[in-house]
């Protein structure tokens, strides 16, 4: 039998005093300097990464145009002043559907939604794959769909925005260049859209028929329905008055006099604070209806077209096709202040008469040099000099006309050449012909702040360097630099063994 002995009392003393010294020899690793360190090491670790945790939400709860940062030469993401007050001002919720496929997001579009949320809080952006949710669109739109095409919602008001409008192909100069541009519009259609889905009051405009008028050009409807404005035709031969609902009447081109009945009602419209364009062409027929409202209102036609005798002042080899001075309106200011020309072919002089009465203010637009002459033959002119009987100018192209009445404010505009806002005529001079239309429009409908943004060119711009800078900047780069810091570095070196 084993016997075990009993501890005796040195025994526990010894094993109280080991543990004694392991506890401090515990207590001193802990006060030794390298633990202090290592402590505030981790201390300063764990306070960065906090801190670093801190910035980043913070970051991430920062609106998109202030973290990322527009480095594109055009601008694209950059948002325009128009589009900033528009959406920071909404106090309606709007939802904007993204259609796209997970995993085909296109990034430009992605960045442009990233950066209208970050304006306001009352925009939702939510996705919507069409093959999880096949008949979402259908809802909204009987378009066909494309990937990446977007639906803004608001109440019960939608516009649906294709792909095939944001990304806008140009192919104009494929037949002489071979190329094609591409342009980004998606900013412009997205404003337009969330404008149209929140505005419940949008412009009506009523276009005059039956007298041989050619009907706005498509260019030119296209450019007012994208400034959310509904436009319809209207024959003043069924009605008894022009539309109560008519905030802007055109009379675009129209190749025959209107009756004297309609003359009564375009006035009484007029005169009850109605709004007017006429863009007229020389006929050679008489209209003295036509003559009369216009007379009514401060202007009168000169007989004949016009053709400018100061070369400056029109195209080279086609002294019918007027370059003339744009005077300061609140139409036409956007024009002198990008330095824009505006082109007018084959156009009627107007003249601002004398008896006017005094509460009308006329104000002339475009303005022909002192040079130019009319042709009282017309189309039947024979020579572009001028001959005897022609008419001396200057003369006025485009002029506009306000006065205040008790219905409120009368305005009407007057062009007198329709191949001005021709889409091909209007690319000579950049566009500045649809402009000066769609700014005519604006003021009458009191939209001046109304949304027309440009597209944006996608086109990559590069630096060219002459083959001498080329040169000289890579013999800098690759020789004269490393030699230099080669020399350097043998000089200090030299220096310290010196000492």
Same mark, same amino acid.
């Given at each position: 039998?084993?016997?075990?002995?009993?501890?005796?009392?040195?025994?526990?003393?010894?094993?109280?005093?080991?543990?004694?010294?392991?506890?401090?020899?515990?207590?001193?690793?802990?006060?030794?300097?390298?633990?202090?360190?290592?402590? $505030?090491?981790?201390?300063?670790?764990?306070?960065?990464?906090?801190?670093?945790?801190?910035?980043?939400?913070?970051?991430?709860?920062?609106?998109?145009?202030?973290?990322?940062?527009?480095?594109?030469?055009? /601008?694209?993401?950059? =948002?325009?002043?128009?589009?900033?007050?528009?959406?920071?001002?909404?106090?309606?919720?709007?939802? !904007?559907?993204?259609?796209?496929?997970?995993?085909?997001?296109?990034?430009?579009?992605?960045?442009?939604?990233?950066?209208?949320?970050?304006?306001?809080?009352?925009?939702?952006?939510?996705?919507?794959?069409?093959?999880?949710?096949?008949?979402?669109?259908?809802?909204?739109?009987?378009?066909?769909?494309?990937?990446? @095409?977007?639906?803004?919602?608001?109440?019960?008001? @939608?516009?649906? !925005?294709?792909?095939?409008?944001?990304?806008?192909?140009?192919?104009?100069?494929?037949?002489?260049?071979? @190329?094609?541009?591409?342009?980004?519009?998606?900013? /412009?259609?997205?404003?337009?859209?969330?404008?149209?889905?929140?505005?419940?009051?949008?412009?009506?405009?009523?276009?005059?028929?039956?007298?041989?008028?050619?009907?706005?050009?498509?260019?030119?409807?296209?450019?007012?329905?994208?400034?959310?404005?509904?436009?319809?035709?209207?024959?003043?031969?069924?009605?008894?008055?022009?539309?109560?609902?008519?905030?802007?009447?055109? !009379?675009?081109?129209?190749?025959?006099?209107?009756?004297?009945?309609?003359?009564?009602?375009?006035?009484?419209?007029?005169?009850?604070?109605?709004?007017?364009?006429?863009?007229?062409? $020389?006929?050679?027929?008489?209209?003295?209806?036509?003559?009369?409202?216009?007379?009514?209102?401060?202007?009168?036609?000169?007989?004949?077209?016009?053709?400018? /005798?100061?070369?400056?002042?029109?195209?080279?080899?086609?002294?019918?096709?007027?370059?003339?001075?744009?005077?300061?309106?609140?139409?036409?200011?956007?024009?002198?202040?990008?330095?824009?020309?505006?082109?007018?072919?084959?156009?009627?002089?107007?003249?601002?008469?004398?008896?006017?009465?005094?509460?009308?203010?006329?104000?002339?637009? =475009?303005?022909?040099?002192?040079?130019?002459?009319?042709?009282?033959?017309?189309? @039947?002119?024979?020579?572009?000099?001028?001959?005897?009987?022609?008419?001396? /100018?200057?003369?006025?192209?485009?002029?506009?006309?306000?006065?205040?009445?008790?219905?409120?404010?009368?305005?009407?505009?007057?062009?007198?050449?329709?191949?001005?806002?021709?889409?091909?005529?209007?690319?000579?001079?950049?566009?500045?012909?649809?402009?000066?239309?769609?700014?005519?429009?604006?003021?009458?409908?009191?939209?001046?702040?109304?949304?027309?943004?440009?597209?944006?060119?996608?086109?990559?711009?590069?630096?060219?360097?002459?083959?001498?800078?080329?040169?000289?900047?890579?013999?800098? =780069?690759?020789?004269?630099?490393?030699?230099?810091?080669?020399?350097?570095?043998?000089?200090?070196?030299?220096?310290?063994?010196?000492?």
């Amino acid at each position: 039998m084993k016997h075990f002995k009993k501890p005796s009392q040195a025994d526990g003393q010894a094993k109280g005093s080991l543990k004694e010294r392991a506890l401090g020899t515990l207590r001193r690793s802990f006060s030794t300097r390298t633990f202090r360190a290592g402590g $505030y090491s981790a201390a300063a670790a764990a306070i960065v990464i906090a801190i670093a945790v801190a910035v980043n939400l913070f970051a991430g709860a920062l609106p998109a145009s202030i973290t990322h940062i527009d480095t594109t030469s055009s /601008g694209l993401f950059t =948002l325009s002043a128009q589009t900033e007050q528009l959406v920071s001002a909404l106090d309606e919720e709007v939802t !904007i559907y993204w259609i796209v496929q997970s995993g085909t997001e296109d990034s430009t579009i992605g960045e442009l939604l990233d950066r209208y949320a970050g304006l306001s809080s009352s925009i939702t952006i939510t996705k919507r794959d069409p093959v999880v949710y096949p008949n979402f669109a259908s809802q909204y739109t009987s378009e066909p769909l494309y990937n990446n @095409s977007l639906i803004v919602v608001s109440g019960d008001r @939608s516009q649906y !925005i294709s792909y095939t409008d944001i990304y806008v192909t140009d192919y104009s100069a494929y037949y002489m260049t071979g @190329s094609v541009t591409t342009e980004f519009g998606g900013e /412009g259609e997205l404003t337009a859209a969330i404008d149209y889905v929140t505005n419940e009051d949008l412009p009506t405009i009523y276009t005059l028929t039956g007298h041989g008028e050619t009907g706005l050009p498509s260019n030119l409807q296209t450019l007012a329905e994208g400034e959310n404005m509904l436009v319809s035709e209207l024959s003043l031969l069924t009605v008894d008055a022009v539309p109560e609902d008519a905030d802007l009447i055109v !009379i675009y081109a129209p190749q025959s006099d209107i009756s004297s009945d309609e003359l009564d009602m375009l006035l009484a419209y007029l005169q009850g604070g109605g709004k007017m364009l006429v863009v007229r062409d $020389y006929v050679e027929d008489d209209t003295p209806n036509f003559d009369t409202l216009l007379a009514e209102y401060g202007l009168a036609t000169a007989e004949g077209i016009v053709l400018e /005798g100061d070369a400056s002042h029109h195209m080279r080899g086609s002294n019918y096709y007027l370059l003339p001075n744009i005077e300061s309106h609140a139409i036409t200011d956007p024009l002198i202040d990008g330095g824009y020309y505006v082109l007018a072919p084959v156009a009627q002089g107007l003249t601002l008469l004398d008896d006017a009465r005094s509460s009308l203010t006329v104000t002339p637009l =475009l303005e022909t040099s002192s040079s130019a002459y009319s042709k009282i033959d017309g189309y @039947s002119l024979t020579t572009y000099e001028k001959e005897d009987g022609d008419i001396d /100018g200057p003369f006025v192209l485009g002029a506009a006309v306000s006065e205040t009445v008790d219905g409120g404010e009368t305005q009407l505009v007057v062009f007198t050449s329709s191949q001005m806002f021709d889409e091909t005529t209007s690319m000579l001079v950049a566009g500045a012909n649809d402009d000066l239309f769609l700014n005519a429009l604006d003021w009458m409908c009191e939209r001046e702040s109304a949304i027309s943004i440009r597209a944006k060119s996608l086109a990559a711009d590069f630096l060219t360097v002459p083959t001498f800078w080329s040169s000289t900047l890579s013999a800098l =780069l690759v020789i004269v630099l490393p030699l230099g810091f080669l020399v350097a570095g043998a000089a200090v070196s030299i220096v310290r063994r010196k000492r």
